[in-house]
């Protein structure tokens, strides 16, 4: 099984330039989730879904876009890319919402940089 | 609001040392507690879990036990390996919408 696959890996955007950031679980995970991780100040939730068409902000939603068209795809969208969006981002998964049954399953991430 | 606390690293120890990271969280009602593993270039994987108090999560040989009265889910493990080197990662859920996770703490094992 593939799991949950980030593309791209890395990435370099100019200030105002947009981008997707595209997440495919084969789980048949009615869950999914974005997270952006800065240096030393962990994971932090941008959006979620709780299924196909269902999506709801999480901590710190502002300056990107979600949909969830189907149930394998979670896709994050930055309309006008700005220097605090540099981070890690990482798609997961689960099951269940509170991940108490597996825990939930990471994709490898996209590192993102805005000059 | 829900809230975990993780000790600063990086902690470096030699190989077969005794290794603790602490955890300690703030939650309404009665989380769930896990302890993730990321190793580099790679995303979390769960590494072990408690779901209620006095409950110990082990895997590979790591172990947590969730205590209430201290709220704590420090991660143990009695002689580590230069392959456990990783940022080890403390969430938890109290039954809203996705995991609350502390700040991550790196461990480097030298042989």
């Known amino acids: 099984n593939a799991g949950v696959t980030q593309t791209p890996k890395f990435r370099i955007l100019k200030i105002g330039q947009s981008m997707t950031l595209q997440c495919t679980q084969d789980?048949?995970?009615?869950?999914m989730y974005w997270y952006r991780q800065d240096p030393g100040m962990g994971l932090k939730l941008i959006y979620y879904?709780?299924?196909?068409?269902?999506?709801d902000k999480g901590e710190v939603p502002n300056g990107y876009n979600v949909s969830r068209s189907t149930t394998e795809d979670f896709p994050l969208r930055l309309e006008l890319a700005a220097p605090s969006q540099t981070s890690v981002y990482f798609c997961?998964?689960?099951?269940?919402?509170?991940?108490?049954?597996?825990?939930?399953?990471f994709g490898s991430g996209t590192r993102l940089t805005v000059v | 609001g829900n809230s975990v606390t993780q000790m600063e690293g990086p902690v470096t120890l030699s190989e077969e040392a005794f290794l603790t990271i602490n955890c300690t969280y703030t939650?309404?009602?009665?989380?769930?507690l896990f302890w993730y593993v990321q190793y580099p270039g790679e995303g979390l994987q769960l590494l072990l879990k408690?779901?209620?108090?006095?409950d110990k999560g082990s895997n590979k040989g790591f172990e947590a036990t969730y205590r209430k009265e201290t709220t704590s889910f420090h991660l143990e493990k009695g002689s580590v390996q230069v392959s456990d080197s990783a940022v080890y990662f403390c969430?938890?859920?109290?039954?809203?919408?996705?995991?609350?996770f502390g700040s991550g703490t790196r461990l480097q094992v030298q042989p």
């Open positions: 997961a998964s689960s099951y269940g919402g509170q991940g108490e049954k597996d825990g939930y399953t």
């Open positions: 789980m048949n995970h009615n869950y």
């Open positions: 879904s709780v299924g196909a068409g269902i999506t």
């Open positions: 939650a309404t009602g009665y989380p769930s």
């Open positions: 408690a779901t209620k108090a006095d």
């Open positions: 969430a938890l859920n109290s039954g809203r919408r996705a995991l609350t």
